[in-house]
C-alpha cells in the first residue's frame, strides 16, 4: 500500500477493545517445535560434538576411508547413535531453515515452493541416510578385508 | 559551542520519491540532548523537518528514532555520547509518514490485542485490594513501558513480518499476566501462545537493549514462554 | 477538505482529566463520546508527573480528609475556594481506592496496602508536622496513571482521535456545540458538532524558558477560550518548583525531600531551617522556591552560580534505586551525576498553572462572579481552575485535581447530553482558524517563530517569575505586545499539509502570546503577594483588598480586562501562613 | 515508495549489539551445517552401496585446501552448539537474561578457547608443524589391514 494511501485513510477514530489480531491455526505446532529445537539441541551437543571430535581429532580426515567407517558401523550401537544423530540434525536444521523460509521469504507462493524444494530434499536426504544405517550387513564387507 | 552534524533521513510523500539524506550543521553543547540539536534544525535552519516530541526527559516515548543505527530516544541521549556526526533515521519496521514520523497505528493496534487492561470480575473489595510487596514486585519492571516502540520496531522478527505481535505488546501483556489482582492470565497466554505471537521471538535482545526505560525485555518474553508452557501442562 | 462529525459528547485532551472523563462518559452507553487528543494520549504530560496523589487513606498513620483540606487551603493562601477543596479532599479517598482497582500498580506498605509517603506542605493535626499522605508507585505515580486510565479507556471502548489538534472551540446561541480540530497527518480541518465539550488540555508551562512542562504544554485550551471570550482565572498564580535539574528544567520530584533528601547552599548548608523551622524542606513550594532564590540573590548558590544542591547521598543507595529510580536515572543521563553518591544541581522550575479555565465543582465553565455557566462547555484538570489550588499547590493535589474533577465533569456531562439536544452549528465554523492558518503559511518571508518564542520565555522568566515588581512587569507587558505586533509577520518555512508541525508550532505560539500577556497583566494586577506571586513592592499578603479571584477577559481590542470573583470560605478563617 | 524493510538487509543496516550478532551467527552457522550435513549423510550413505565411490569422494576432503573448510565446519557447529545452550539456559532460566551480554561473550570466549587447540591439531599438519591427528592409531590399524585405502600409501 502506498503511504499516502495509509495516511489518507485516518479520518476514522482509533477504537478501544474488540481489536482481532488473525490468529494462526498452528500454535501447537510452534510450541512443539520451539520445544522440540531445544531438545534436540541439548541431544546433539552430546552427538554432534563426540561425532566432530571423533573424526576430525582421533581418526582424523587425513587416515579416513570406506574401511574405517565400515569397521565402526560394525558396532550397532555406533550404527545407533548415527542414525539418532542424523535424525535429530536433519530434523533440527530443517525447522531452523523453515524459520529462516518464512523470515526472509514473504511471498506466500515462493515460500511454499521454497519450502517443498527444502523439505523434500531434507527429508529425503534423511530417509537415505537412515536407510543405508539400517540395512547396513557387515557381513557382505569383510570381503574387502 | 562546538559544531556538530547532523545528518538525517529526508522524506516527504508529497514531493519525494524515496528518502534523501541531508546534512545540517549545528552548535551545540556536549551535555544538549540530540532533540536540541534537531530542535535548533527545525527551529532555526529548516522548518520542513519533521518529527514528534513533548516531554524532552524520556517520559513519553514520543521521539523513538534511529541515531547512529540503533534505536533511541532523542531526549535521552546527549550529544557528547554520539560524536561530531550523528545520522538519524527513522524506525524501521513502520510507514514514514514524513521524515522522523512513522505510523503508529499498528503498534497500538498490537498493544490492544493483548487485553491490556486489569480484567477482575470478582466484586471490589470496600478498600484497595491488598498485593504484598513481593507480588508487586513480580511484575514491576514491566510496568515502565511508555509505548515508544523502540524495542518492536528493532527486532529482527518484527521486521521480517508485521503480524509479529512484538515485544512491546508481550511486556504490557506480561504487566497483567503476572499482577496477582488479575484473573485473565489464561486469556492472554492463550493470545500469545501463537505462531504470530510469544514463539515468533528469537532472543535476539535488540529490544532489551533498545528500551529506554531498560526494561529486561527478553526475560519477561522468557517468563511469559515458561508460564505457557507451565500452564499447559 | 473538511470533515464533519457527529457526538454526544467530545473529551479534548487525552491525560489524566481527559481520559477520567473519558470513562465516565463511557459508562453510559447512551452516549456517542469521542476523545480528541494533539497527542497520542499516553504522551501526555501527566506521565511525567512522579512524586504521588494525595489521599488522606491513613494507611501508616492516622490522617483525615479534614486535615488534607486544611493543608490544602493553607497551601492555597487561602485563595483556594473551600467548597471546591473540602469536595476534592472527601473524595480523594474513593477515587484513589478507585484507580487502584482499575489495575494503578501503586507501591505498597508490608501489609500490602497502597504505600504512601511526605510530601510538602502535608501535614497532620493541622500543621504539627508532616504526614504521610502521597500515595505513590515508586516515582512514575503519574505516568502509572497514564497508563491506567488509557488501559481502561481501551476496556471500555473509548474512540479516540489520535493526533488531532483542537484549533478552536464552537460557541454558538450562548452554548457549546463542539470543536473544530486539525488533523496533523493530512491538514484537514474537522467540524466535531456535539452538545457538550470538555476542554482537558493540561498547561502552558512553555510561556518560560525554564519548565518541568513538556514541548506540546501549551496551553491551547485556555487560548481558544479566550479567545471566545471565556476569562480566565487566577492567572498570575504560577507555581515555581523547587528543584528543577539546572539548565534544563527537568523535575525532581518533591519525593526526594519526602523520603529525606536536603537542600544544601554553597556552604553546605541546610538552609531551609532558616526559612521553615518547623516543615524546613517539606514547606510548599511557593516557600522552598523563594527560600532558594534568596539564597542564589545573596551569593550562597553553588560557586555563586545559579543553583543550589538537593542532597539525597545519605539516603543510601537502596530507598534510591526502589523508591525513586527514574530520578537516578535523569540524574546520570542529564547531569552524569549519581544521586547516590552526589548531589544534585538544582534550580526552581517554571511548574504548574494554579489558574485557567474557571469552573464550579462539577466541571461547567463558570464565566462570572454570579456562577454564570455556559451550557455544554466544561473544563477539567491544570487547564482548568476550580479553584482548589488557589496561590499555590501542593504537590501531589494537581493528580488528585485530574481525577476527582475529571471523574465529576465526565458525571455530569453524562447527565447534561441526556437532557440536551445538539444545538446548532454556527454559520461557515471553520472560517476563522482556515482563515488563520492560511494566513500564517502564506507569509513567504520574516522571522522565525521560534526566536518571538525563546524571546517569550526569556521575558516572562525574568519579571513574571519566582519574584516579581512593578516595572520589570510592565516590561514584560510591553514586551509581549512587541512579540504580538512581530507575530503577524512571522514565516512558517513548511508549506505541505501533512505533519506540518512547523505550522502547528507557530499557530502555538500565538496561543503561549496570548496566555502570557493575560499572566502578566493580571500579575500586575494583583498589589499583593500571596502563594506563588510574590512581588517585592507588596511584599505581604492583603487580605482586605484582594482576597478575590481574578477573572481575565480578553478584550475586542487585544487588550486585557480584569474582573474579580469571591473566595468561598466555609471553615478556615483566613491565618498567616508559617511552616 | 516500499517503506517496509525486510529480513536480513535490514538486520545489517540496524546497529545491534552482541545479542544480534550472536543470533546472526548462529542463523549462519545452523544453516551452513544443515547444507554440509545434506552432502555429508548423502556422501557417507553411499559407503553402504559403493565403498570405492566413497573412497574416491574423499579424496576432496584430503585436499589441504578442503581443511580449512572442515576447520569452518568445527567451529560453525561448536559454536551454535555452545550458543545453543547459552539459549536454552536463559530461557529455562530467564533471570540469568539480565546478564545476557556477559553470557553471550562467555559463549563466546568459550568457542574461541576450544578453537584454539582444535586449529592447531587441524591445520598445523597441513603446513608440516605437526602431524596429523590419530597418526599412531592408523600406524598401528594399517599393520592388520593393510589393504584399507588409507593404508597404502603407509605400506608402500
Ligand atoms: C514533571 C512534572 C511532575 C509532576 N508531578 C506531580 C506529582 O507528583 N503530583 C501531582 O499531583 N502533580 C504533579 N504534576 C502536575 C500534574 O502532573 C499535571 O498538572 C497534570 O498531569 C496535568 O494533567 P492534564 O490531564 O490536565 O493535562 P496533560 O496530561 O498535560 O494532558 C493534556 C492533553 O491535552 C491534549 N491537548 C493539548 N492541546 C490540545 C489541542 N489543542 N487539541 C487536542 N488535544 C490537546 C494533549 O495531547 C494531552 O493529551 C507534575 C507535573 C510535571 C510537569
Ligand atoms: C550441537 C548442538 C546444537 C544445539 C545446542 C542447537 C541449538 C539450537 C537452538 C537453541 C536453536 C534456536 C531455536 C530458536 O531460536 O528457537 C537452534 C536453531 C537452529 N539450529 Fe541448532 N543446535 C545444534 C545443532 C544444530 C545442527 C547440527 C544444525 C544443522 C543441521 C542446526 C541448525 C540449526 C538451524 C538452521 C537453526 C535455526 C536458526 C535460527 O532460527 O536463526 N543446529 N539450534
Ligand atoms: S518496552 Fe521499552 S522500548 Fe518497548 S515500547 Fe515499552 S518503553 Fe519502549
Ligand atoms: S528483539 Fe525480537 S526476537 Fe525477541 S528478544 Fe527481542 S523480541
Ligand atoms: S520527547 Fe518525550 S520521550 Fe523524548
Known amino acids: 500500500m502506498t503511504v499516502a494511501a495509509q495516511v489518507d485513510g485516518r479520518g476514522e477514530p482509533r477504537r478501544g477493545g474488540g481489536y482481532d489480531r488473525p490468529k494462526g491455526r498452528l500454535a501447537n505446532f510452534e510450541v512443539f517445535s520451539w520445544f522440540f529445537m531445544r531438545i534436540s539441541g541439548l541431544v546433539l551437543i552430546l552427538l554432534a560434538l563426540y561425532h566432530l571430535i571423533w573424526w576430525n581429532l582421533v581418526i582424523g580426515v587425513e587416515h579416513l576411508d570406506s574401511q574405517v567407517v565400515i569397521e565402526r558401523w560394525s558396532n550397532p550401537f555406533w550404527r545407533l547413535f548415527n542414525v539418532l544423530l542424523v535424525t535429530f540434525a536433519l530434523l533440527h536444521g530443517l525447522n531452523g531453515a523453515r524459520y529462516s523460509i518464512e523470515d526472509y521469504i514473504r511471498r506466500r507462493g515462493l515460500q511454499i515452493a521454497v519450502k517443498t524444494i527444502v523439505y523434500s530434499v531434507v527429508l529425503v536426504t534423511l530417509v537415505i541416510g537412515v536407510y543405508a544405517l539400517l540395512t547396513f550387513d557387515p557381513a557382505s564387507f569383510f570381503a574387502i578385508r | 559551542m562546538p559544531m556538530v552534524t547532523l545528518r538525517i533521513q529526508r522524506f516527504d510523500p508529497e514531493n519525494d520519491q524515496r528518502p534523501v539524506y541531508r546534512e545540517y550543521a549545528v552548535n551545540a553543547d556536549p551535555t544538549d540532548r540530540v532533540l536540541d540539536a534537531i530542535n535548533s534544525v527545525k527551529w532555526y535552519q529548516d522548518g520542513s523537518l519533521t518529527y514528534r516530541r513533548s516531554c524532552a526527559h524520556g517520559i513519553c516515548g514520543s521521539d523513538a528514532m534511529r541515531i547512529n543505527g540503533a534505536n533511541r530516544l532523542a531526549c535521552k541521549v546527549l550529544i557528547r555520547d554520539v560524536g561530531a556526526k550523528v545520522t538519524i533515521e527513522p524506525l524501521m519496521g513502520f510507514r514514514v509518514i514524513k521524515d522522523l514520523v512513522v505510523d503508529m497505528e499498528p503498534f497500538f493496534a498490537q498493544f490492544r490485542s493483548v487485553l491490556p487492561y486489569l480484567i477482575n470480575d470478582e466484586g471490589a473489595p470496600e478498600r484497595e485490594r491488598t498485593q504484598s510487596v513481593h507480588e508487586r514486585e513480580v511484575y514491576d519492571d514491566t510496568t515502565k513501558c511508555i509505548l515508544c516502540a523502540a524495542c518492536t520496531t528493532s527486532c529482527p522478527s518484527f521486521w521480517a513480518d508485521e503480524n509479529f505481535v512484538g515485544p512491546a505488546a508481550i511486556v504490557n501483556a506480561h504487566r497483567f499476566i503476572f499482577d496477582s489482582r488479575d484473573k485473565a492470565a489464561a486469556e492472554r497466554l492463550d493470545i500469545l501462545n501463537d505462531r504470530e505471537g510469544v514463539w515468533r521471538c528469537r532472543t535476539v535482545f535488540n529490544c532489551t537493549e533498545a528500551c529506554p526505560r531498560e526494561i529486561r525485555i527478553t526475560k519477561a518474553i522468557g517468563e511469559v514462554k515458561k508460564a505457557i508452557l507451565s500452564s499447559a501442562r | 477538505m473538511i470533515h464533519t462529525h457527529t457526538y454526544d459528547a467530545l473529551v479534548v485532551g487525552g491525560g489524566g482529566a481527559g481520559m477520567m472523563a473519558a470513562i465516565y462518559l463511557s459508562r453510559e452507553s447512551r452516549l456517542r463520546t469521542a476523545v480528541i487528543s494533539k497527542l497520542y494520549p499516553t504522551r501526555s504530560h501527566t506521565g511525567a508527573a512522579q512524586g504521588g496523589i494525595g489521599a488522606a487513606l491513613g494507611n501508616l498513620e492516622e490522617d483525615h480528609p479534614e486535615w488534607h483540606a486544611f493543608d490544602t487551603v493553607k497551601g492555597s493562601d487561602y485563595l483556594g475556594d473551600q467548597d471546591a477543596i473540602e469536595t476534592m479532599c472527601r473524595e480523594a479517598v474513593d477515587v484513589v481506592i478507585e484507580l487502584e482497582h482499575m489495575g494503578l500498580p501503586f507501591s505498597r506498605t508490608p501489609d500490602g496496602k497502597i504505600a504512601q509517603r511526605p510530601f510538602g506542605g502535608h501535614t497532620h493535626h493541622q500543621g504539627q508536622g508532616p504526614v504521610r499522605r502521597s ?445 | 515508495m516500499e517503506v517496509r524493510n525486510r529480513g536480513l538487509v535490514t538486520a545489517l543496516r540496524y546497529r545491534g549489539r552482541e545479542g544480534m550478532w550472536a543470533w546472526l551467527l548462529h542463523r549462519a552457522t545452523g544453516l551452513g551445517v544443515l547444507f554440509f550435513l545434506i552432502i555429508h549423510v548423502i556422501e557417507t550413505a553411499a559407503v553402504v552401496y559403493s565403498p570405492e565411490f566413497y573412497d574416491e569422494a574423499l579424496q576432496i576432503y584430503k585436499n589441504p585446501f578442503f581443511r580449512f573448510a572442515e576447520l569452518l565446519i568445527f567451529f560453525s557447529v561448536l559454536f551454535h552448539a555452545v550458543n545453543g545452550s547459552r539459549i536454552v539456559i536463559q530461557d529455562f532460566w530467564p533471570y540469568l537474561m539480565e546478564r545476557q551480554r556477559q553470557l553471550t561473550w562467555a559463549a563466546g570466549i568459550v568457542v574461541l578457547l576450544v578453537m584454539v587447540p582444535v586449529t592447531w591439531i587441524m591445520v598445523a599438519p597441513v603446513f608440516g608443524l605437526a602431524e596429523e591427528p590419530g597418526l599412531e592409531r592408523h600406524l598401528e590399524r594399517c599393520v592388520e589391514r593393510t589393504q584399507a585405502p588409507a593404508c597404502l600409501e603407509v605400506v608402500e
Open chain 3, 135 to 579: 500515595c505513590y508507585a515508586a516515582d512514575r505515580t503519574g505516568h502509572m496513571i497514564l497508563q491506567t486510565l488509557y488501559q481502561n479507556c481501551i476496556k471500555n471502548g473509548v474512540e479516540f482521535f489520535d493526533e488531532f489538534q483542537v484549533v478552536d472551540v464552537m460557541l454558538a446561541e450562548g452554548r457549546c456545540v463542539g470543536v473544530v480540530a486539525y488533523e496533523v497527518a493530512t491538514g484537514d480541518l474537522h467540524v466535531f458538532h456535539s452538545k457538550s465539550v470538555n476542554l482537558a488540555t493540561g498547561g502552558f508551562g512553555r510561556i518560560f524558558s525554564i519548565t518541568s512542562n513538556a514541548h506540546a504544554n501549551t496551553g491551547d485550551g485556555p487560548a481558544v477560550a479566550l479567545r471566545r471570550g471565556i476569562p480566565l482565572e487566577d492567572m498570575e498564580f504560577y507555581q515555581f518548583h523547587p528543584t528543577g535539574i539546572y539548565k534544563m528544567g527537568i523535575l525532581i520530584t518533591e519525593g526526594v525531600r519526602g523520603e529525606g533528601g536536603v537542600l544544601r547552599n554553597d556552604y553546605g548548608e541546610r538552609f531551609m531551617e532558616r526559612y521553615a523551622p518547623t516543615m524546613k524542606d517539606l514547606a510548599s513550594r511557593d516557600v522552598v522556591a523563594r527560600a532558594i532564590y534568596q539564597e542564589m540573590r545573596e551569593g550562597r548558590g553553588i560557586n555563586g552560580k545559579r543553583y543550589v544542591y538537593l542532597d539525597a547521598t545519605y539516603l543510601g543507595a537502596e530507598v534510591i534505586e526502589q523508591k525513586l529510580p527514574d530520578i537516578a536515572d535523569f540524574c546520570r543521563t542529564y547531569l552524569g551525576v549519581d544521586p547516590v553518591h552526589e548531589p544534585m544541581p538544582i534550580q526552581p522550575t517554571a511548574h504548574y498553572a494554579m489558574g485557567g479555565i474557571p469552573t464550579n465543582v462539577d466541571g461547567c465553565v463558570v464565566i462570572d462572579d454570579r456562577g454564570t455557566v455556559v451550557p455544554g462547555l466544561y473544563a477539567a484538570g491544570e487547564t482548568a481552575c476550580v479553584s482548589v489550588h488557589g496561590g499555590n499547590r501542593l504537590g501531589t493535589n494537581s493528580l488528585l485535581d485530574l481525577v476527582v474533577f475529571g471523574r465529576r465533569s465526565g458525571l455530569h456531562m453524562a447527565e447534561f447530553c441526556l437532557e440536551a439536544d445538539l444545538g446548532s452549528l454556527p454559520e461557515n465554523p471553520t472560517r476563522d482558524v482556515a482563515a488563520e492558518l492560511e494566513r500564517l503559511l502564506s507569509v513567504a518571508a520574516g522571522e522565525p517563530p521560534a526566536r518571538l518564542r525563546q524571546e517569550l520565555q526569556d521575558t516572562m522568566m525574568d519579571f513574571v517569575g519566582v519574584f516579581r515588581e512593578e516595572e520589570g512587569m510592565r516590561q514584560a507587558m510591553d514586551k509581549v505586545r512587541e512579540l504580538k505586533r512581530r507575530y503577524e509577520a512571522v514565516v512558517v518555512m513548511d508549506k505541505g499539509r501533512r505533519f506540518n508541525t512547523d505550522l502547528l508550532e507557530a499557530w502555538e505560539l500565538r496561543n503561549l502570546l496570548d496566555l502570557a500577556e493575560v499572566t502578566a497583566a493580571s500579575a500586575l494586577n494583583r498589589k499583593e503577594s500571596r502563594g506563588a506571586h510574590s512581588r517585592e513592592d507588596f511584599p505581604n499578603r492583603d487580605d482586605e483588598n484582594w482576597l478575590k479571584h481574578t477573572l481575565a477577559v480578553q478584550d475586542v481590542d487585544g487588550g486585557v480586562r480584569i474582573d474579580y470573583k469571591p473566595v468561598t470560605i466555609t471553615q478556615f478563617e483566613p491565618k498567616e501562613r508559617v511552616y
